[in-house]
């Protein structure tokens, strides 16, 4: 699954106060105490968010808001 392969590519962390931003997936607040993950393309989720996004069983590893081939990230940040 792709969970496997995108978290450690991820930085992988729990919100120590408000992040002031929405996760990407659901919409909702990146709030004090929630596990988040922020993609090398730099979008953040939830981490149960992501969990439901990358554990699917035909999830690509890529981001679903931008597309970012997460298996890429050493080679360097997409164009815009």
Known sequence: RAVKLIEPLCCVY?????????????LEALTT????WRL???HT??????????????????????RYDIK????GMPSA
């Open 14 to 26: 729990t919100l120590e106060r408000d992040a002031g931003e929405q996760c990407a997936i659901c």
């Open 45 to 66: 989720f939830h981490e149960a968010c992501a969990m439901r996004c990358f554990g699917a069983r035909h999830a690509k590893a890529a981001c679903p808001v931008c």
């Open 40 to 42: 090398p393309c730099t």
């Open 33 to 36: 105490g929630h596990g988040a």
């Open 72 to 75: 890429r990230c050493g080679a």
